[in-house]
Nanobody, 115 residues
Framework: QVQLVETGGGLVQPGGSRRLSCAVG????????LGWYRQAPGKQRELVAT???????NYSDSVKGRFTIFRNRGRNLMYLEMTSLKPEDTAVYYC?????????WGRGTQVTVSA
């Protein structure tokens, strides 16, 4: 079992910024990929951003140009830098680590974008 813990959620005003962190209880150097997902009330969990072992990133159209996914392999940390936040970004955000045979999820952190 690999534990993932998200931090950094909270209330932010529209247009504001927020950085989410995810601490991974295993070396992420071994990971095939890392990802951030989110789930709004009444909706399915959706992909936000991914980063591959080689560092290639992919973003959903709704966050492209506003969010950045990055990692610190030495500290087993992954991040989601969010800027220009909109009310529709309000959701529980989850980190995910893919080790090929197994993927692991954090418990999530709430991000609320509201004036």
């Amino acid at each position: 079992q690999v534990q993932l813990v998200e931090t950094g959620g909270g209330l932010v005003q529209p247009g504001g910024s927020r950085r989410l962190s995810c601490a991974v209880g295993r070396s992420i150097v071994d990971s095939d990929g890392l990802g951030w997902y989110r789930q709004a009330p009444g909706k399915q969990r959706e992909l936000v951003a991914t980063i591959t072992k080689g560092g290639s990133t992919n973003y959903s159209d709704s966050v492209k140009g506003r969010f950045t996914i990055f990692r610190n392999r030495g500290r087993n940390l992954m991040y989601l830098e969010m800027t220009s936040l909109k009310p529709e970004d309000t959701a529980v955000y989850y980190c995910n680590v893919d080790f090929g045979l197994q993927s692991y999820w954090g418990r999530g952190t709430q991000v609320t974008v509201s004036a």
